[in-house]
């Protein structure tokens, strides 16, 4: 079977895409996930322009209208248009800059009309039932060793997610090293491999030690047991749990806590973070460098919290407010 490399020799586009995913890693950092979805984009799209006997090196401004059309006629919603308009953008900037085209078809290109949508939030009740009934499981007398294992590394990640606001994918690989008994500070790399400090709290850390107390006694119990780098261990490709796994683990959780699933995942968590802390009066640049944002304006998508807030204290604080 040939390798990606050498089909794409056959292909212009597919050289000119994997050229392009190369800069994106190298220059901007970008991680697996956006170098995937950037991939898919610009498959289809070639695969578009090949039935209009175009190319990536020889699409017009039309051309390029033509695609976005079908997508709106594909049924794809707003945001994912604004995706491949945003991939299509970069891909002929890149061209443009490399000498590849002496114009950019894509630069008058205008995008779907889209508010951007308030995050799910759980309330800070809604998080408390989720962590009370994660510690009850781990206290649950009928659990065998691996299960007992198991609740308490679920205990874990969801103690050391609502007080970091970590991305799902950080979470999961974090270090073993991130648990060491005197941290109170753990670094965290994140999107285009930078690195942050991020605080814990007291309740993470003592989550994390009743987690690895169960993890060593388990290799006491088993002569097989290998030491891993990794906090959450798996033995899949990676070495560590997935984010896949943690997800579905976490909608178990919310389903035997009350809440429903399908309102619960390790995002909504990261921006039931981001929120409470704002609720609370912190500030926005604060939970920027606390979430890895590059830019505020990822950030202020939080910014109804604040509002709100603003909103309650005119009404319970101005001297002319109706009481």
Same mark, same amino acid.
């Given at each position: 079977?040939?390798?990606?490399?050498?089909?794409?020799?056959?292909?212009?586009?597919?050289k000119?895409?994997?050229l392009?995913?190369?800069?994106?890693?190298?220059?901007?950092?970008?991680?697996?996930?956006?170098?995937?979805?950037?991939?898919?984009?610009?498959?289809?799209?070639?695969?578009?322009?090949g039935?209009?006997?175009?190319?990536?090196?020889?699409?017009s401004?039309?051309?390029?209208?033509?695609?976005?059309?079908?997508?709106?006629?594909?049924?794809?919603?707003s945001?994912?248009?604004?995706r491949r308009?945003?991939?299509?953008?970069h891909?002929?900037?890149?061209?443009?800059?490399?000498r590849?085209r002496?114009d950019?078809?894509?630069?008058?290109l205008?995008g779907?009309?889209?508010?951007?949508?308030?995050?799910k939030?759980?309330?800070?009740?809604?998080?408390?039932? %989720?962590l009370?009934? &994660?510690?009850?499981?781990?206290? !649950? @007398?009928? $659990?065998? #060793?691996?299960?007992? /294992? +198991?609740?308490?590394?679920?205990?874990?990640?969801l103690?050391?997610?609502?007080?970091t606001g970590l991305?799902?994918?950080?979470?999961?690989?974090?270090?073993?090293?991130?648990?060491?008994r005197?941290?109170r500070?753990?670094?965290v790399r994140?999107?285009?491999?930078?690195?942050?400090?991020?605080?814990?709290?007291?309740?993470s850390?003592?989550?994390m030690?009743?987690?690895?107390?169960a993890?060593?006694?388990?290799?006491?119990?088993?002569?097989?047991?290998?030491?891993?780098?990794?906090?959450?261990?798996?033995?899949?490709?990676?070495?560590?749990?997935?984010r896949?796994?943690?997800?579905r683990? %976490?909608?178990?959780? &919310?389903?035997?806590?009350?809440? !429903? @699933?399908r $309102?619960? #995942?390790?995002?909504v /968590? +990261?921006?039931?973070?981001?929120?409470?802390?704002?609720?609370?009066?912190?500030?926005?640049?604060?939970?920027q460098?606390?979430?890895?944002?590059?830019?505020i304006?990822?950030t202020?998508?939080?910014?109804?919290?604040?509002?709100?807030?603003?909103?309650?204290?005119?009404?319970?604080l101005?001297?002319?407010?109706?009481?």
């Amino acid at each position: 079977m040939p390798s990606a490399r050498t089909a794409s020799s056959k292909n212009p586009d597919a050289k000119l895409s994997l050229l392009f995913l190369d800069m994106l890693a190298a220059e901007q950092g970008a991680g697996s996930n956006t170098l995937a979805a950037y991939r898919r984009d610009l498959e289809d799209l070639s695969s578009f322009l090949g039935n209009r006997n175009a190319s990536f090196a020889s699409a017009s401004t039309e051309d390029l209208r033509a695609f976005l059309a079908d997508l709106d006629q594909r049924g794809f919603k707003s945001a994912s248009v604004a995706r491949r308009l945003s991939a299509i953008r970069h891909l002929y900037r890149f061209m443009l800059n490399e000498r590849m085209r002496k114009d950019d078809p894509a630069a008058i290109l205008s995008g779907p009309k889209r508010g951007r949508g308030l995050p799910k939030v759980l309330s800070i009740a809604d998080v408390d039932r %989720l962590l009370s009934k &994660a510690r009850e499981l781990t206290e !649950s @007398p009928a $659990l065998s #060793s691996s299960q007992m /294992l +198991r609740a308490k590394r679920l205990a874990c990640l969801l103690e050391v997610l609502y007080a970091t606001g970590l991305r799902v994918s950080e979470l999961v690989s974090l270090p073993l090293s991130a648990a060491r008994r005197d941290t109170r500070m753990i670094a965290v790399r994140g999107k285009g491999d930078k690195e942050r400090l991020v605080p814990l709290n007291d309740a993470s850390r003592q989550s994390m030690a009743d987690y690895l107390a169960a993890i060593e006694l388990g290799r006491k119990d088993s002569k097989e047991a290998v030491r891993s780098k990794w906090l959450f261990p798996s033995f899949g490709e990676s070495g560590h749990l997935s984010r896949q796994h943690f997800a579905r683990e %976490l909608k178990e959780l &919310a389903a035997a806590a009350g809440l !429903s @699933p399908r $309102l619960v #995942s390790p995002h909504v /968590l +990261r921006h039931a973070f981001a929120s409470h802390l704002l609720h609370n009066g912190a500030d926005l640049r604060i939970v920027q460098t606390l979430l890895g944002h590059t830019d505020i304006s990822t950030t202020q998508i939080y910014t109804h919290v604040v509002e709100e807030r603003l909103k309650s204290l005119v009404r319970d604080l101005h001297p002319l407010a109706e009481k």
